[in-house]
């Protein structure tokens, strides 16, 4: 079984399991940061492609942890961080990975929103070395071995 297909299969699981537990999840700081790293996926390369944009809003709209949350909501912070990125690349990592750093004394948060960034990460077939690089960034963040996600 191919790496991503591993971590598809884990991070359904585990997506599975979190719906169940999703109104400990309903707080500003898990949405914030589910946000951030969704932001810090689409840019994984240094950049942010509008259609990148658009199809990553739209499995955030999709995604069942997410839908305890307002979609306009969402999608604003979702915005909000993604121009932070467009704008000064480094500092905007910088500060959406301080977001998700919050939810350190939150280890299930930190992993429910870990989980999110791999999904999104993995949603067009191909979880990139970028991609894997900036999910292993906002593991450390967390205090989460990244080899708990198989990276």
């Known amino acids: ?4 297909d591993q971590l598809r299969s884990r991070t359904q699981t585990m997506s599975a399991q979190l ?14 940061a589910s ?3 969704c932001a810090l996926i689409s840019a994984a390369d240094g950049s942010i492609e509008p259609t990148e944009r658009q199809k990553t809003a739209a499995l ?28 000064d690349f480094d500092f905007g990592k910088v500060e959406a990975v301080a977001t998700v750093g919050k939810l350190k004394s939150k280890p299930e948060q930190a992993r429910a929103v870990i989980s ?11 979880f990139d070395q970028h991609e894997r690089k900036t999910v ?7 205090g989460i071995p990244p080899t708990e996600f198989d990276l």
């Open 116 to 126: 999110i960034g791999i999904i999104i990460g993995g949603a067009d077939g191909d």
């Open 1 to 4: 079984m191919a790496l991503w």
């Open 60 to 87: 955030i709209a999709n995604n069942e942890i997410l839908s305890i949350f307002d979609a306009a909501e969402l999608r604003q912070k979702f915005d909000w961080y993604c121009d932070k990125l467009n704008q």
């Open 136 to 142: 292993r960034d906002v593991c450390f963040a967390v």
């Open 19 to 32: 719906k169940t537990k999703s109104d400990q999840f309903r707080n500003k700081e898990f949405a914030n």
């Open 35 to 37: 946000m951030a790293m």
